[in-house]
């Protein structure tokens, strides 16, 4: 696609459920990221994946949180036993690569997560 | 600990005005990473730039720049001859690893608004 794509828009689920969240990325971007933005925490980011690779997972909130990309396009962020605060909107960004004017990040519109 | 503060809550202008939204950003490192991102009122972030602390020289895209002091820990941004279309929230962000992680923290962003 031309963009970068994310599904679903919009998620509702339980407490204590389990969701999972997709990121298309460009096609021929090596690096992914993600972010969330929340009304009590603001902006935060939480991974990064360059291939397949995340070198630093200590951005994740906490031990219910995972992400993986594979065949370094693809990524699924994927939060266990979904608590109140996890609703959030949680934003996917790829970029070609990580210096210089192939770091300028390309962003998805979002997934809005509310949990009841 | 690793800090942003962007003082300006929200600032308001009229069309074709320059204007400087501040950050000013706290870290122990030597090395770094400083970055802006626009969120228009639809809502979808915009990678702006990422600066590292070792090239303090100015940056200029087209009706924006970024002027980096480290002697007062600041990443300013100007937007100069301003437009309606740059009206958003603009966040300022700061890394102290090139793996981001935990140590990737916003600044509450600065509410932009440029009135025709």
């Known amino acids: 696609g031309a963009g970068v794509s994310q599904s679903p828009s919009n998620k509702v689920t339980e407490k204590g459920k389990d969701v999972e969240l997709r990121c298309d990325p460009i096609?021929?971007?090596?690096?992914l990221y993600w972010y969330r933005q929340s009304l009590g925490q603001g902006l935060e980011f939480l991974i990064y994946?360059?291939?397949?690779?995340?070198?630093?997972k200590s951005g994740l909130p906490s031990d219910r949180f995972s992400a993986e990309r594979t065949g370094g396009s693809v990524s699924t962020l994927t939060i266990q036993r979904t608590q109140q605060e996890d609703s959030a909107v949680y934003l996917c960004?790829?970029?070609?690569?990580?210096?210089?004017?192939?770091?300028?990040?390309?962003f998805g519109p979002g997934t809005r997560l509310l949990v009841l | 600990a690793q800090k942003v503060t962007q003082a300006q809550t929200e600032i308001s202008v009229v069309e074709k005005e320059d204007v400087t939204l501040d950050c000013v950003y706290e870290?122990?490192?030597?090395?770094?990473?400083l970055f802006w991102y626009k969120q228009p009122p639809s809502g979808e972030l915009v990678f702006l730039i990422r600066?590292?602390?070792?090239?303090?020289q100015n940056e200029i895209s087209g009706r924006y720049s970024w002027n980096f002091q480290k002697s007062t820990s600041s990443f300013n941004f100007t937007i100069t001859a301003s437009q309606v279309v740059d009206s958003a929230v603009y966040f300022c962000?700061?890394?102290?690893?090139?793996?981001?992680?935990?140590?990737?923290?916003f600044g509450p962003g600065t509410r932009l608004s440029v009135l025709p």
């Open positions: 960004a790829s970029s070609f690569g990580f210096s210089g004017p192939q770091e300028t990040q390309y």
């Open positions: 962000a700061l890394s102290d690893t090139d793996n981001y992680g935990q140590n990737f923290v």
């Open positions: 600066r590292n602390s070792f090239d303090e």
């Open positions: 096609s021929g971007h090596t690096a």
């Open positions: 870290t122990r490192d030597t090395t770094y990473y």
């Open positions: 994946f360059q291939g397949n690779s995340a070198p630093d």
